[in-house]
């Protein structure tokens, strides 16, 4: 008779075989990597088949536990080198399935990136910036919304002129008990008296900005873009204004020796004022600056009047200075052949890729003002 304990060593074997050789076959015919490890949780897991039996070890004599453990062992390498090949093949597989499924087409073309381009306004802001910021000039700002004495008084402007009436200006409703209602700026001299008031001379500034005129054609349009200057000291004369003027003009439109002309004109803020011509051409429909006998006004100057200097706090005895102001739209038409002002506020893609400016085409006057 064989003793009980060799009895229960064979049970085992029998047991370690069968699990054995199920295991392997539901390895084999695992169809995806979840249930493949399903297989691998019911067998190695810690309440496998397999770990169970190894938990069983303790009952057995130390001859036979050795002997049954590594048969367990043996089984638990097997398995688990079954699964590991069946996981690679199934991963395989399924990789396959996603490259066959999100196969793409590189002959296709690319979609087409849409780039965005630099306004000519704001280009041409950056290229006058520029050009008066090397000239010792620094950048002032005010709001768009102006008091009436601010945008009127303070320069001088009579209560009877045209400038002042509803058909040329954006009023704004009164505020509180106050009865000049507030206006959007019809220029950015503004800027000028505010500075003249928070600073003391000598000044020499340049104010960019939005204005607002009721005004509409193809060469005006409600919203525009000024740029005025002001230079403030003790010995500013007539001279510098014309040097400061004629420096400018050259280098925005990159023109040596362009001629000009200095027509005496009235502005309320300035005495004596002038209006500023330059020499072009406008021969085949093209114009060009520089050449030929027609002339074009381009901007507006004078000596600062002696009340706009006394409305700013300073005293007209002591100080002089002059001012200028031109339209940064026109002068953007002008340097790059722009036919309607209107077309500025269009938002047409098409006229924005045509004449608009890459980001990193930033004017200086060392690397060019132009593309």
């Not at 990136?113 to 010792?136: K, R, T």
């Not at 001299?189 to 193809?218: C, E, F, K, N, W």
């Not at 004629?246 to 300035?270: G, H, I, K, L, W």
């Not at 938002?347 to 200086?364: E, I, K, M, N, Q």
Request: glycine residues 10%; negative net charge.
């Amino acid at each position: 008779m064989r003793p009980l304990c060799h009895v229960w060593t064979l049970k085992m074997q029998d047991q370690i075989n069968t699990i054995r050789d199920d295991v392997l076959a539901q390895v084999e015919s695992a169809s995806d990597l979840k249930g493949l490890d399903d297989i691998r949780v019911g067998a190695l897991g810690k309440k496998g088949q397999i770990t169970g039996l190894m938990k069983q070890l303790g009952g057995l004599d130390p001859d036979q536990r050795r002997e049954v453990g590594q048969e367990l062992n043996r089984v638990k390498d097997a398995v688990q080198a079954a699964i590991d090949s069946r996981k690679f093949d199934l991963e395989r597989a399924e990789l396959n399935h996603r490259l066959e499924a999100e196969r793409v087409d590189v002959s296709l073309p690319p979609r087409p990136e849409l780039q965005g381009s630099v306004h000519p306004v704001s280009q041409v802001m950056d290229e006058i910036v520029a050009i008066f910021c090397e000239m010792g000039f620094s950048v002032a700002e005010g709001p768009d919304i102006e008091g009436d004495w601010l945008n009127f008084g303070a320069l001088n402007i009579p209560d009877e002129h045209p400038a002042r009436q509803e058909h040329d200006t954006f009023y704004l409703p009164a505020q509180g008990d106050d009865e000049a209602r507030p206006v959007l700026r019809t220029h950015t001299s503004p800027v000028q008296v505010r500075h003249m008031l928070s600073s003391q001379p000598p000044i020499r500034i340049i104010a960019p900005g939005r204005t607002y005129r009721s005004d509409s054609d193809m060469t005006h349009t409600p919203m525009f873009h000024q740029v005025e200057g002001l230079v403030i000291d003790e010995i500013t004369h007539m001279g510098h204004l014309k040097g400061c003027l004629r420096d400018f003009v050259e280098a925005f439109f990159q023109v040596d020796n362009v001629p000009m002309r200095f027509r005496p004109s009235y502005f309320p803020f300035t005495a004596p004022s002038m209006e500023i011509d330059i020499g072009c051409s406008f021969k085949g429909g093209e114009l060009k600056i520089g050449e030929g006998d027609d002339w074009l006004e381009i901007l507006g100057s004078g000596m600062v009047h002696p009340n706009v200097l006394r409305n700013g706090g300073i005293d007209p005895d002591k100080y002089q200075g002059f001012a200028f102001g031109m339209g940064i739209d026109r002068v953007a038409m002008l340097k790059y052949g722009i036919p309607d002002l209107r077309s500025f506020f269009d938002s047409d893609l098409r006229w924005l890729r045509h004449y608009g400016f890459r980001a990193l085409d930033v004017p200086t006057l060392y690397g060019g003002l132009a593309r």
